[in-house]
């Protein structure tokens, strides 16, 4: 079985640029989460879908970042205008329902 | 509020030994799973095992075994005949339904070093 696949692996953007990140989910996964983790730190989660519809961006900076889900699929994550402090590791998970989340290898970002 | 709480400072131990790691946790949901995840230097993280908070029987997998003490909110990973690939950070991780959405959500973690 396919894991969780995520794109680029590594990122560097000067600050004010944007930029996307890709995640393709386990099939069949019905929920995905976008996870922020900053070096030293646990994941802090972005946004949670599940299929197509959002279901948790409270912790989301919705003035700079955006995420879509599209056919309950693939997601894309979006950072405009990125900042110093946005600096991190961007994780993708998958799971279904309640079980257990099982992640991608992350995109490193660093902000210049 | 959801909140996971893992304080210990980076812990060494020798190879071969057993290791204990705290997790704490408050949540409100009397539904809720426990979950620990391994993250390497090379970054992925990796699932080790789960607890239900209606599983009477502590977990087991392998060499991974979690102590959950409910009235304490308590959930500790316990890595027995340690080896040194368990080298890593150790991620306690909660799923309630306090925001209504089965969010998942983690601790700080715990540094683990195994020394040969």
């Known amino acids: 079985e396919a894991g969780v696949a995520q794109s680029p692996r590594y990122k560097i953007i000067e600050k004010r640029q944007s930029v996307a990140f890709w995640c393709n989910p386990i099939?069949?996964?019905?929920?995905l989460y976008w996870y922020q983790q900053i070096l030293g730190q646990g994941p802090k989660l972005l946004i949670q879908?599940?299929?197509?519809?959002?279901?948790?961006d409270s912790q989301l900076p919705k003035d700079r970042f955006s995420a879509e889900r599209l056919k309950g699929v693939d997601s894309t994550l979006k950072i405009q205008p990125a900042k110093l402090e946005d600096s991190a590791v961007y994780l993708c998970?998958?799971?279904?329902?309640?079980?257990?989340?099982?992640f991608g290898q992350g995109t490193r970002l660093t902000v210049v | 509020a959801q909140k996971i709480t893992q304080t210990q400072p980076g812990m060494f131990v020798q190879e071969k030994e057993a290791v204990t790691l705290d997790c704490t946790y408050d949540?409100?949901?009397?539904?809720?799973?426990l979950f620990w995840y391994k993250q390497p230097s090379s970054g992925e993280m990796i699932f080790l095992i789960y607890?239900?908070?209606?599983?009477?029987q502590n977990a087991t997998e392998g060499r991974y075994s979690l102590n959950f003490q409910k009235a304490r909110k308590s959930a500790n990973l316990v890595i027995s005949a340690s080896q040194l690939g368990d080298s890593a950070m150790y991620f306690c991780?909660?799923?309630?339904?306090?925001?209504?959405?089965?969010?998942?959500?983690f601790g700080k973690g715990n540094q683990v070093v195994v020394i040969p």
């Open positions: 998970a998958s799971s279904l329902a309640r079980h257990e989340a099982f």
């Open positions: 099939s069949g996964h019905a929920t």
């Open positions: 879908f599940q299929n197509n519809g959002v279901v948790d």
């Open positions: 949540t409100s949901d009397p539904s809720y799973g």
């Open positions: 607890q239900g908070s209606y599983d009477q």
């Open positions: 991780a909660m799923r309630d339904a306090t925001y209504g959405n089965n969010r998942l959500a």
